[in-house]
């Protein structure tokens, strides 16, 4: 089974400054990754995907992602964060073996502030 | 309007008495799936269908059972509900596979649960 690792789990920041959040998933085998956005007292959102072809991938909001195979990383990336990117997001991982299960981090806390 | 609704909202029961959290999509999705989150801990799939009558288990399944009897509904039972299963449950649907992957999901505005 795969574990997914998101090591920061609030991450404050000041309002158009950049932003990294961290994803590390433990297996090495080909994986599709996700990254979803939790709004206080929401469900999730799809920000962004990657399934395969080029490492840097482009979502919503301005978001993007770069898979890194070699350190089993992907990790999201905001270069100038607004108040309301203030959530919670989680970074996904299945696994090409059985793609219908997957495996979600336990989340970091965007706190953007003025 | 696309969506995935869940019922009830909020629940507060007692333990060993049966509940239902229904969960209904109007995509015409394959898939469905069931989470439960907890603090410190994200997301972690319970059950998961494919498609009418074909359910798996995710990586917690215990104390929990599903059904597909029709595609647009995915009911999650648990027959006798323990203090450990308190916790915020959400419901997902997506188009299905598509080159050998899920298409996006799309969640439920989830379901609270207080097992006393």
């Known amino acids: 089974a795969q574990s997914v690792t998101q090591l920061d789990s609030q991450v404050p920041v000041f309002e158009e400054a950049p932003v990294e959040l961290r994803c590390n998933y433990s297996s090495s085998v080909s994986v599709y990754l996700f990254w979803y956005v939790q709004y206080p007292n929401q469900g999730l959102q799809l920000l962004l995907k990657y399934l395969s072809g080029s490492t840097l991938v482009k979502g919503i909001n301005g978001f993007e992602a770069e898979f890194n195979k070699s350190q089993t990383s992907f990790h999201l990336r905001k270069p100038s964060v607004h108040i309301s990117d203030t959530a919670e997001y989680f970074c996904a991982v299945s696994d090409r073996g059985n793609f219908n299960k997957f495996y979600f981090g336990s989340g970091t806390k965007l706190n953007v502030k003025p | 309007e696309a969506q995935v609704t869940q019922n009830p909202r909020y629940l507060i029961t007692v333990t060993g008495k049966k509940l239902t959290v229904t969960c209904s999509q109007n995509m015409n999705h394959e898939y469905m799936s069931w989470y439960r989150q907890d603090p410190g801990l994200g997301l972690r799939q319970i059950y998961y269908?494919?498609?009418?009558?074909?359910?798996d288990k995710g990586d917690v399944p215990e104390g929990y059972k599903v059904s597909r009897k029709e595609k647009r509904n995915f009911p999650l039972i648990l027959e006798s509900p323990s203090p450990n299963q308190t916790s915020l449950y959400f419901c997902a649907s997506s188009s299905g596979t598509s080159g050998g992957y899920q298409e996006t999901q799309y969640f439920g505005p989830g379901t609270r649960l207080l097992v006393l």
């Open positions: 269908s494919m498609n009418v009558e074909v359910t």
